[in-house]
Antibody, heavy 124, light 108 residues
Framework: QVQMQESGPGLVKPSETLSLTCAVS?????????WGWIRQPPGKGLEWIGS???????YYNPSLKSRVTISVDTSKNQFSLKLSSVTAADTAVYYC?????????????????WGQGTLVTVSS | DIQMTQSPSSLSASVGDRVTITCRAS??????LNWYQQKPGKAPKLLIN???SLQSGVPSRFSGSGSGTDFTLSISSLQPEDFATYFC??????????FGQGTKVEIK
């Protein structure tokens, strides 16, 4: 069973860099699938931040692309998110996730596994 | 970018009611549409993928339909545990994804 756990500071100062790590157990992240980050501001909807393929290719939300870096550490079986120059608008619950492919169509994807989420507050 | 618009943003319903939530894409996305349920303080849970394929373990009172730009999530007989927020997600533009803004189902 795949389990995912986010970790990182719960409070970040404005203009600084938010850094989170997602530890994965039950599956090797270098084997397959997209691994990604999604966030949810308090009381609001879900926003996809970006994803990394098991091969290392990265894909980012165009609205955040200039500030986001997602990387993977296969030796620790974890992947990370860095979001620079944060503001109060970046306050959110951040989830890590793994996507799976549709059963009969490898072009389709859904989020099969989620971390429990971690609240990051941007405040001085 | 593909925009996803859900309606309504919230609704009030009673146990036993039939509930329908709509998700509209800004361009045709085929059947590349998933539905999730989220309860307060929890991560979302997949209900339906590929517009109409019910995830294993999800009650059969949930169903999905649609293709192209218009999609529907239906709950045939609302149960107490179904009060939650529901999100649609398109994966047509994979490996980029977008979500609808959510529909909160509340107790009348």
């Amino acid at each position: 069973q795949v389990q995912m756990q986010e970790s990182g500071p719960g409070l970040v100062k404005p203009s600084e860099t938010l850094s989170l790590t997602c530890a994965v157990s039950g599956y090797s992240i270098s084997s397959a699938y997209y691994w990604g980050w999604i966030r949810q501001p308090p009381g609001k909807g879900l926003e996809w931040i970006g994803s990394i393929y098991h091969s290392g290719s990265t894909y980012y939300n165009p609205s955040l692309k200039s500030r986001v870096t997602i990387s993977v550490d296969t030796s620790k079986n974890q992947f990370s998110l860095k979001l620079s120059s944060v503001t109060a608008a970046d306050t959110a619950v951040y989830y890590c996730a793994r996507l799976s492919q549709y059963q009969y169509d490898s072009s389709g994807y859904y989020i099969a596994y989620w971390g429990q989420g971690t609240l990051v507050t941007v405040s001085s | 970018d593909i925009q996803m618009t859900q309606s309504p943003s919230s609704l009030s319903a009673s146990v036993g009611d039939r509930v329908t939530i709509t998700c509209r894409a800004s361009q045709s996305i085929g059947y590349y549409l998933n539905w999730y349920q989220q309860k307060p303080g929890k991560a979302p849970k997949l209900l339906i993928n590929a517009a109409s394929s019910l995830q294993s373990g999800v009650p059969s009172r949930f169903s999905g339909s649609g293709s192209g730009t218009d999609f529907t999530l239906s709950i045939s007989s609302l149960q107490p545990e179904d009060f939650a927020t529901y999100f649609c997600q398109q994966c047509y533009s994979a490996p980029t994804w977008t979500f609808g803004q959510g529909t909160k189902v509340e107790i009348k």
